[in-house]
């Protein structure tokens, strides 16, 4: 609808019209603008879950939910998986341009430079419990570097928050490697300068007292295309979490730890880990996929069939395709063979000709297959969610700088709808019944 030559939403409320401007986006869908909606009417927009609100614009990512499309800047998840590298897809996130070879070069030197830990820092290893969760490890070294890097904390100095993603993104390798190493009982070995990135962190990760780490080529591109297709996936509940701390002006460290506390869930990051637990019991039960099948179906059991459905995809991940391509070629390339693989193809086939999953539009996300290919290279189920968290730091950081950057920022406020009592007073506890 148009009034005086601007497009807008005309909106009746209880018999009074309110002229309601649009956000134009390039591709997607476009938003209305519901800020004067309270001042106008006294009425807030209510969107549980906000499964219907834009809470910013954004020029990073771009995903089309029915047809299946992921674009970083642009360019289709397709071309950069089979292309790009991880830390190149970083640049493109975080600057919004593919770098030119020798801006590459000079960012991957950076990058090495700063993979070392202080010793002071890798005190942390050994105060945390063995047992302890990889991502609560995670998360604290995070908000630690923040106590140790103090000239890159202000959030509106673009050197500081340029130092900052230098050094998340150079030391977060290291810190997974360590998580586990200490979790194994193995001495924290240290970044050796002029290997690359994916393999310092493999070879710290891996390596045995006395022994060479040695893997096939596949093993490093696989790992490396896995961090690309997590590297960024627009507003979703971690990186929402990361501009919402941000927009407070927190550093880009608290921030980001933040962004690592919501991926621990079951329902984000965490899924990787809870389908590789369904698959084990589904093997180790012995009990028929089909049958599985029908306990998830029949939602008094509280099952959910783990790394199937997303909030925004409602055909085929496009991540999933890929992964669910590398998987087979990964295991054949590294010599394994698990059945695990198997009961995925498997229950996958039984999910996609069933009314359940299909009437819902329920198709495998990214989640579905990549701990398969995580277990193959040798990490345990625990550091599934971790690799996620080195895959999405790009995506976070991208995501925060371009909130900082943005002029129509605000502090993250969302409003409610009270729902409790009214006003009552205050009765002693003597003379409470
Ligand atoms: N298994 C069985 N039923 C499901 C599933 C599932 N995995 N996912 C959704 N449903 C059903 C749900 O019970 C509901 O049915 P009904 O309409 O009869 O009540 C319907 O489908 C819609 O579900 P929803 O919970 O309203 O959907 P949502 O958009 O809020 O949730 C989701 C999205 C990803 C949280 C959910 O699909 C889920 O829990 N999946 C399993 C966990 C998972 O794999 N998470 C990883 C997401 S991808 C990686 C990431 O971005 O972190």
């Given at each position: 609808m148009t009034a005086g030559g601007d497009q807008v939403i005309r909106l009746d409320v209880d018999g009074k019209t309110i002229d309601l401007r649009i956000q134009r986006g390039t591709a997607g869908a476009d938003g209305i603008m519901l800020g004067p909606l309270l001042a106008e009417t006294g009425m807030v927009a209510f969107d549980p879950g906000l499964l219907?609100?834009?809470s910013c614009t954004s020029d990073v990512t771009f995903i089309d939910g029915d047809q299946g499309i992921l674009r970083y800047r642009g360019y289709p998840i397709e071309q950069l998986a089979e292309h790009s590298t991880f830390l190149e897809v970083a640049l493109l996130l975080i600057r919004g341009e593919l770098p030119a070879q020798s801006e590459l070069e000079a960012f991957e030197t950076r990058i090495d430079k700063h993979m070392y830990l202080s010793d002071d820092f890798r005190q942390i290893f050994s105060v945390m419990?063995?047992?302890?969760?990889p991502m609560a490890t995670l998360g604290a070294a995070i908000n630690m570097m923040a106590g140790f890097y103090p000239?890159?904390?202000?959030?509106?100095?673009p050197a500081a928050v340029r130092l900052a993603t230098a050094l998340m993104l150079a030391k977060m390798p290291t810190i997974i490697s360590y998580i586990y190493r200490r979790a194994q009982g193995n001495a924290l070995l240290y970044p050796q300068p002029g290997q690359s990135y994916i393999e310092n962190f493999a070879r710290m990760t891996f390596q045995l007292p006395g022994e060479r780490f040695e893997v096939p080529p596949e093993f490093y591109r696989a790992l490396d295309t896995l961090l690309i297709l997590h590297a960024d996936h627009e507003q979703n509940c971690s990186t929402s979490s990361v501009r919402m701390i941000g927009s407070?002006?927190?550093n880009l460290y608290m921030s980001v730890s933040g962004g690592v506390s919501a991926l621990s869930g079951p329902l984000h990051g965490g899924a990787n880990e809870a389908v590789l637990d369904m698959l084990s019991y589904i093997r180790d039960s012995g009990i028929d996929p089909r049958d599985f099948m029908k306990q998830v179906k029949?939602?008094?059991?509280?099952i959910r069939l783990m790394g199937f459905g997303h909030r925004v995809y409602k055909s085929y991940d496009p991540r999933a395709a890929i992964v669910k391509q590398q998987a087979q070629a990964v295991l054949e390339a590294l010599g394994v063979r698990d059945e695990l693989l198997d009961i995925a193809q498997e229950v996958e086939q039984v999910a996609l000709s069933d009314d359940y999953f299909i009437e819902r539009r329920l198709y495998p996300n990214v989640d579905f297959y990549t701990g398969i290919i995580y277990r193959a290279m040798g990490?345990?189920?625990?550091?599934f969610t971790p690799l996620f968290a080195l895959g999405r730091l790009p995506g976070w950081i991208a995501q925060w700088r371009e909130m900082i950057n943005d002029p129509a920022g605000k502090i993250g406020r969302p409003r409610q709808v009270y729902t409790g009592l009214e006003q009552r007073d205050y009765v002693p506890a003597s003379q409470r019944p």
């Open positions: 219907n609100t834009a419990p063995r047992r302890a969760h000239e890159s904390l202000d959030p509106l100095d407070a002006r927190a029949d939602k008094k059991a509280g990490f345990p189920a625990s550091m």
